[in-house]
């Protein structure tokens, strides 16, 4: 039996069980719900089909089966969280097919790499630079790796080289993607919806920015000692430099992308000022861009950018934690698997969370589907201690979005695995991995806790 045909015995199986079985502490729906997501987790691990697929199925059967209402299952729609996704996806595709952000990166390339550690920095400081402009870590680490493959050329590397360079690009979108809320505008607004609490573009910073920047070098420095290259790297910057003079001057499309962008990241940054949520200004940005005369710039083709699938997946993961919370399924996880009582030192709670967290991701093998298991059970878990939600919430992802061993375990790695793409396989994200996961306790219990006390949300 094939991979996807045992994930799919195997989750209808749990479904059934569950259904089946009484549960003491838990009503008809809260079981109903529970064996479902569980079956849908294991769907999405084993990748029994599509994720848009698999999700859909859950937000029917959720219905279909009494859970909850349709107003409770899909919900997320009737807040900003879905249209800020939208919104960047329609500004990420519109950033790459204008060439901005391809010109962008030569220039960089040019200014500032002339050795092998400087290609590896790079692939770090451009996916900062570009995650200020395009709200989505895939399309702009293919774009980084489409200059690294020039790069990479005009160096004459070897293969083993080539790889090294080619695995640092998507290993970059890991940590780098937190700085910001819209670094990656689709799982970082999930957590802030899994917390409950309005955060903005400067409160994101404010709290994840220092932690996400330590990661960042923490795992740009575990690169560059791991990953040696095999010989010295002497840069030719003649077909870099050709490739960037065959794009000739801005183009007219270029500069309303980076007015567009402009205005954009002038209202994500001052959110709290005026107070419409970003995911809105996201939105109305990205409708403004296909109006004559002032945008131009997106077109009916560019709608082929958004993914439904990807949407729905949102959607199912936003639901486990809405339809949990309703059903009394999140309360029953938080006082069977959770420990009875809740550590008062913040240090060894952040160390206890980080464990958990890490320890369901290497079960189920995805960050949104841990996300909408344990951030909701700890919520409950850590209700009794009167601290803000955030905090559990936050040393919840920052655990999942850190940590991987395996490249399926974080889509940013999945998506650049082969020799298509990023060229590296298993191996190399095995090897940067395993002690990747030492390095998220350090910045749980090292960077963050004592970040989040000196601002005064501990």
């Known amino acids: 039996m094939d991979k996807k045909k045992l994930g799919l015995v195997l989750g209808i199986a749990v479904a059934a069980a569950t259904a089946i079985i009484p549960i003491d502490g838990l009503t008809y729906e809260g079981r109903m719900t529970l064996g479902l997501t569980l079956m849908t987790v294991v769907f999405w691990a084993f990748q029994v089909a599509q994720s848009g697929y698999t999700s859909g199925l859950y937000l029917g059967l959720l219905i279909v089966t009494g859970c909850a209402p349709s107003g409770t299952v ?22 790459k097919s204008s060439g901005l952000g391809e010109r962008i990166a030569y220039a960089f390339i040019i200014k500032f790499v002339d050795s092998y550690n400087s290609i590896i920095i790079s692939a770090f400081v451009l996916t900062f630079i570009l995650s200020i402009l395009i709200p989505h870590p895939w399309p702009r680490a293919f774009l980084i790796m489409s200059v690294m493959s020039v790069v990479i050329r005009s160096a004459n590397l070897p293969r083993e080289d080539a790889v090294k360079i080619g695995f640092s690009v998507f290993a970059a979108s890991v940590p780098v993607s937190l700085i910001f809320l819209t670094g990656d505008s689709v ?21 994840m920015g220092v932690p996400a920047i330590a990661a960042s070098i923490i795992t740009c420095l575990m690169i560059l000692v791991l990953f040696k290259p095999s010989k010295k790297v002497t840069m030719n910057k003649d077909e870099i430099r050709a490739k960037l003079s065959a794009m000739g001057k801005l183009k007219v499309i270029e ?111 995805s960050v949104i589907a841990v996300m909408g298991v344990a951030i909701p059970a700890l919520l409950a878990f850590t209700l009794p201690m009167g601290i803000n939600p955030l905090i559990p919430t936050f040393l919840v992802y920052t655990a999942i979005a850190v940590h991987y061993v395996f490249p399926f375990q974080h889509l940013n790695m999945l998506v650049g695995q082969g020799d298509e793409n990023g060229m590296y396989s298993q191996k190399e994200t095995m090897r940067l991995g395993i002690p990747l996961t030492a390095a998220v306790f350090i910045i749980t219990v090292a960077v963050e806790v004592p970040w989040w006390m000196l601002l005064g949300l501990f």
Not at 187 to 207: E, M, T
Not at 306 to 324: D, E, N, Y
Not at 328 to 349: R, Y
């Open 255 to 365: 500069k309303r992308t980076m007015v567009w962008l402009v205005i954009a990241v002038a209202f994500w940054m001052t959110d709290s000022v005026h107070g419409v949520n970003i995911g809105w200004v996201t939105l109305i940005i990205a409708m403004l861009m296909s109006l004559p005369v002032v945008g131009e710039v997106l077109t009916p083709k560019s709608w082929s950018e958004v993914p439904v699938h990807v949407l729905l997946f949102l959607t199912a993961a936003m639901a486990i934690g809405k339809v949990g919370g309703a059903t009394g399924m999140n309360s029953w996880i938080a006082n069977t698997i959770l420990p009875s009582s809740v550590p008062a030192n913040p240090f060894i709670l952040a160390a206890l969370i980080a464990a958990i967290s890490i320890g369901i991701h290497m079960v189920l093998g």
């Open 187 to 207: 799982i970082n607004p999930l957590a802030v919806q899994a917390s409950g609490v309005q955060v903005g573009w400067s409160d994101w910073f404010k709290y």
């Open 74 to 95: 899909f919900a997320s729609w009737t807040g900003p969280t879905m249209y800020l996704v939208i919104g960047a996806y329609l500004i990420a595709g519109a950033v």
